[in-house]
């Protein structure tokens, strides 16, 4: 509004036209500081979001980024044959046979109750009896010959490595004694320990072990739940989606769905699982904790996400595409088919990609499944007993061992890290059919 036209116009009665300039000019004020409060409200919201979302990660960064970090013990074992039995290889004390060994390393000697060994193999990973006992199985002739075993400390003398367990901390309040943290030290100092990084965790599955725990049957375990949902979900929503806002006529039925879709997208997640328990697994006797039964479950509950997201994104395209289609001729499906749905299909991945990270995360479903259970394996197949990350980190957090918490933060770590390579392909997707349409 320039001042010509301000004083051009009838001022109100007592007013003069400076008068209304003033008022004119003091409500353009006000109107440009509520504009700037409105952002500066917007600018505090997001800088409190990123405080947040900071504090979250960092927490979860400084409890789990020492699992990442392990401690490994290498020494040489004699196999003596007196002290195994050819015919019963399996009932061999291999974890005294290395806890020798490592006796040996220290220059110390077993008491008669058996007292130091006993610490000893406290110290020290089954792992390495497992080793020692794979190794003659898969050649005999290594027995009565010295062999070197490498394997992960206990998790107690790995949290004592990284700082974790402190000896300025009273005997009694920690599970190592000063004669084990000595023989620890001990063993660093002569190298028979060392530090390094992590690979088990990425390479082994779920223990009762902390050290010999990772996260390798949770990946796969999620990688192939996802698959299913993704199969079942994808075109199974898409397709009614599609028949919903392009082909179903407007009456009351069609009313009726769209409402229960909209209801079953804000029905708590638990109750798919109370669906999946009485419906995959009480009536079609569907495998319980498998990869098929959890897929199946979170397939329905992604299913009215998938559609919502499928709907706005065809109700996005311009009615001029389909009127232009059919003014040339065109079928109502090759409208929709050749024309609509490709324009829309940005949308469409976007959706159905957050659909699906959104079912990765879900745990509570899942419990209700059987999929709680421990599973110290990879699934051999869709029907095989499995595990999933979200629960694999719940597992985790319930375990009374300390060292399994510090995992647990890593897994979350794993869990975010496999979500924000499903956001960014949906980024990627969506950049891809925009520059391609």
Not at 284 to 293: A, D, E, F, G, N
Request: aromatic share 8%.
């Amino acid at each position: 509004m320039t001042d010509a036209a301000i004083t051009a116009g009838a001022a109100p009665h007592g007013q003069g036209p400076r008068a209304t300039l003033s008022a004119a000019e003091a409500r353009l004020k006000k109107r440009y500081r509520s504009e700037m409060w409105f952002k500066a409200q917007g600018i505090a919201a997001i800088v409190v979001a990123m405080i947040f979302l900071v504090v979250l990660v960092g927490r979860i960064v400084a409890q789990g980024y020492t699992t990442f970090e392990t401690h490994s013990i290498s020494v040489p074992v004699y196999l003596n044959p007196d002290r195994i039995d050819r015919t019963a290889l399996d009932g061999v004390n291999y974890d005294y046979i290395v806890a020798e060994a490592v006796m040996k390393k220290l220059n110390i000697q077993d008491d008669d109750l058996g007292t130091t060994s006993g610490k000893v193999m406290d110290l020290v990973s089954r792992d390495l009896g497992f080793q020692l006992l794979d190794k003659i199985k898969a050649d005999p002739s290594v027995i009565g010959k010295t062999i070197t075993v490498t394997g992960p400390v206990k998790a107690d003398a790995d949290l004592y490595y990284k700082g974790e367990i402190k000896r300025a901390t009273a005997e009694e309040d920690r599970k190592l004694d000063n004669q084990q943290l000595g023989w620890l030290d001990q063993l660093e100092k002569s190298g028979t320990v060392k530090g390094g990084f992590n690979f088990g965790f990425f390479t082994k599955s779920d223990s009762t072990e902390p050290e010999q725990a990772g996260v390798l049957g949770a990946v796969v375990g999620s990688a192939l739940m996802l698959i299913i949902t993704a199969m079942i979900a994808v075109p199974v929503g898409v397709m009614a989606a599609v028949y919903l806002e392009e082909f179903a006529p407007k009456n009351r039925w069609t009313d009726v769905i769209e409402v229960n879709i909209n209801n079953l997208a804000a029905v708590p997640s638990i109750v798919y699982g109370l669906l999946g328990l009485a419906l995959f697994i009480n009536w079609l006797h569907v495998p319980r904790s498998s990869p098929l039964v959890g897929g199946l479950v979170l397939a329905l509950m992604a299913l009215p996400t998938v559609i919502i997201a499928t709907r706005s994104a065809l109700k996005a395209v311009p009615p001029s595409i389909r009127e232009a289609a059919l003014g040339v001729g065109a079928s109502r499906a090759q409208t929709v088919f050749h024309h609509v749905l490709p324009l829309a299909m940005p949308g469409v991945m976007t959706g159905a990609i957050l659909s699906l990270a959104h079912a990765l995360g879900e745990t509570a479903p899942l419990l209700m499944i059987g999929m709680v259970s421990f599973v110290p394996g990879v699934p051999e197949g869709f029907t095989g007993a499995s595990t999933v990350l979200p629960v694999q980190v719940f597992i985790w957090e319930n375990a009374s061992e300390r060292a399994f918490h510090e995992r647990t933060a890593a897994a979350i770590l794993v869990l975010l890290i496999f979500m924000i390579v499903m956001n960014a392909a949906a980024v990627i997707l969506r950049r891809r059919f925009e520059r391609r349409w």
